[in-house]
Nanobody, 114 residues
Framework: VQLQASGGGLVQPGGSLRLSCAAS????????MGWYRQAPGKQREWVAV???????NYADSVKGRFTISRDIAKNTLYLQMNSLKPEDTAVYYC?????????WGQGTQVTVSS
């Protein structure tokens, strides 16, 4: 399984970005997938998760601003990020949990700055 994250970039405070995480090698519709982020000098932290049944959960810091979704046909996970703040600046990673392994994408940089 390979995860390819994309969609990061530079955006002004209050702006929006949509991250994508394309999975290849195996269909992951039956597995939970999520987004994490790591800011400079900080530990990697969980951002959001999408469960196989369609339920989702978010870290308090992004609740109401970020939306995680999934396109089963495209085997792709998304993170819509609205009302971005400078403190959202980080490298964002996608993760897939399977019974046999945990897979990470390579990360995509999100920078929120004026």
């Amino acid at each position: 399984v390979q995860l390819q994250a994309s969609g990061g970039g530079l955006v002004q405070p209050g702006g929006s970005l949509r991250l994508s995480c394309a999975a290849s090698g195996r269909r992951l519709s039956g597995n939970s997938m999520g987004w994490y982020r790591q800011a400079p000098g900080k530990q990697r932290e969980w951002v959001a998760v999408f469960y196989p049944g369609g339920s989702t959960n978010y870290a308090d810091s992004v609740k109401g601003r970020f939306t995680i979704s999934r396109d089963i046909a495209k085997n792709t996970l998304y993170l819509q990020m609205n009302s971005l703040k400078p403190e959202d600046t980080a490298v964002y990673y996608c993760k897939a949990n399977t019974p046999w392994n945990v897979y990470w994408g390579q990360g995509t940089q999100v920078t929120v700055s004026s």
